[in-house]
């Protein structure tokens, strides 16, 4: 679909990865762009600089809703709340509100998959990239990977030929606005998450399903049927519908399925083995379900199953994902700084067998702690909290009990400060784990740059230190 945007004004919110992405597409498109950030000027020169060369205006310092006057359409970044004074202005004047996921699906000329769920999803979207290009072999053209991991594929949609194929992963925040469905939606599992945004887990739920509310019945719909979240949406499925999961497939239904530890897809009656069982290389069961839902994914894009063992073989997995930092003093170090809810770092831990020491903290998204807090007390040696949230986790923790897990239990303000308190408990055998459970925005940009500093100090130890 083409969209004129000769001459149109409008606002974007938010200076961030995707706002400035979209500005690039919509100025080299001819619109008149303004972007909006509550931050000053001087907090914003990189960003600034990125668009030099590009005609854009921006509107620093707050979120003025009077800018939205003569503006024909209000763009938001991903964390960007709808109840922004601007965004509650130009609803109010009936002016739309989009965002970039929105703005690429209009204009994409090529088959689309978006990935979404509350966990797992860019491992799977990583994984469902690796076999497509494992795979090519005349399918497809180029293969396009980004979304909310990577670039914003709005950055290369120009670029896209019909023989392509765009895998992409979509978070709440990029669904919520979605009024197209990608060709292949995928909705891995549905658990709490980011409810300082969406208030509500009917709010969150619902945004989520925007990614196949809005499919055609040429459409295909992949839900995870183990998951009550995911599999509650089997209702609102437009086009054909898979599942998968480590349940018995019902009879009648196609998707994948686990069977004596192998792996297998049923469509249309015939039975597909899959063979990568023998070639994952990530930990834990959650990431075995991730690349259950990846061969799934691929076969509805029409990938071997040879792809699909060419694409998994080898993976250890993505940065910041249980990714292992080094071993010192007999101790192993995992970051796992991308598990910024509680469901996370609870399938964090069910992934190690040994003792574990646990870095727990951030900033809290209003999500319950209690499950998380009996898990620690049945699996975890010793926990370190930091952060923002630490005051919140020590009271779901409770009354230590003398004799029983965690067997120590330290309150810290900063993550460095959590790194070195860990340190001086690690023993030969153990795992010290970094999967906080909260968020990074009290002391980082975001959870890279958290699982960076981490691996940095920790990187940065010698066998002196004690």
């Known amino acids: 679909m083409t969209v004129n945007w000769r001459n149109k004004k409008v606002i974007i919110i938010g200076a961030a990865r995707q706002g400035l992405a979209l500005a690039r597409y919509l100025a080299r498109h001819g619109a008149q762009v303004t972007i909006n950030d509550r931050r000053a000027a001087d907090q914003l020169a990189d960003e600034m600089q990125s668009l030099a060369r590009f005609e854009v205006k921006w509107a620093l310092g707050s979120h003025d809703p009077q800018i939205v006057t003569g503006v024909d359409q209000v763009f938001i970044s991903g964390g960007v709340p709808l109840e922004n004074p601007i965004v509650q202005a130009a ?28 966990a797992g999803k860019t491992t799977t979207t990583t994984l469902v990239g690796r076999i497509a290009q494992c795979g090519l072999s005349g399918k497809y053209g180029r293969i396009w990977i ?36 990608p060709d292949i939606a995928v909705v ?45 949406l089997a209702a609102a499925v437009r086009g054909k519908l898979l599942s998968f999961g480590f349940s018995p497939l019902p009879d009648g239904m196609d998707g994948a399925y686990v069977e004596n530890e192998q792996f ?36 509805a894009a029409g990938f071997s199953p040879e792809a699909m063992r060419d694409g998994i073989k080898g993976f250890r997995g993505v940065p910041h994902r249980l990714e292992f930092v080094r071993t010192w003093r007999g101790a192993q170090w995992y970051n796992d700084s991308m598990a910024s809810a509680p469901e996370r770092t609870i399938a964090a831990i069910h992934s190690f067998d040994g003792p574990l020491i646990l870095l727990l903290g951030g900033r809290d998204k209003d999500l319950p702690w ?27 923790l409770g009354a230590r009990i003398p004799g029983n897990r965690p067997f120590s239990q330290v309150r810290v303000n900063t993550l460095k400060e959590a790194v070195l308190a860990a340190s001086r408990v690690a023993q030969p055998g153990f795992v010290v784990l970094l999967s906080p459970g909260g968020t990074s925005f009290d002391e980082f940009k975001d959870f890279a740059e958290r699982g960076e500093r981490f691996k940095e100090w920790v990187l940065e130890f010698s066998e002196a230190l004690r």
């Open 91 to 118: 609803r109010q004047q009936g002016i739309p509100v989009s965002n970039d996921t929105q703005v690429f699906m209009d204009v994409v000329s090529c088959k689309t998959v978006g990935i979404t769920g509350s």
């Open 146 to 181: 980004g979304g909310n991991i990577g670039d914003p594929l709005v950055n290369y949609v120009d670029e896209m030929q019909a023989s392509d194929l765009a895998v992409m992963e979509v978070s709440s925040f990029q669904s919520e606005l979605m009024t197209t469905s």
């Open 188 to 232: 891995l599992n549905i658990t709490p998450n980011h409810l300082d945004r969406h208030v509500t887990m009917e709010n969150y739920t619902a945004a989520k399903a925007h990614v196949l509310l809005h499919q055609s019945a040429g459409g295909v719909a992949i839900l995870g049927r183990d998951d009550p979240g995911a599999w509650g």
């Open 264 to 299: 297998f897809i049923r469509d249309g009656g015939q039975i597909i083995p899959v063979p990568v069982a023998d070639v994952i290389e990530l930990r834990g069961e959650h990431n075995r379900l991730n690349v259950l839902a990846a061969c799934l994914i691929a076969h």
């Open 370 to 396: 209690e499950d998380l807090a009996k898990l620690v007390h049945q699996r975890v040696d010793h926990v370190v909290i930091f952060g923002e949230a630490a005051g919140k986790i020590e009271a779901a």
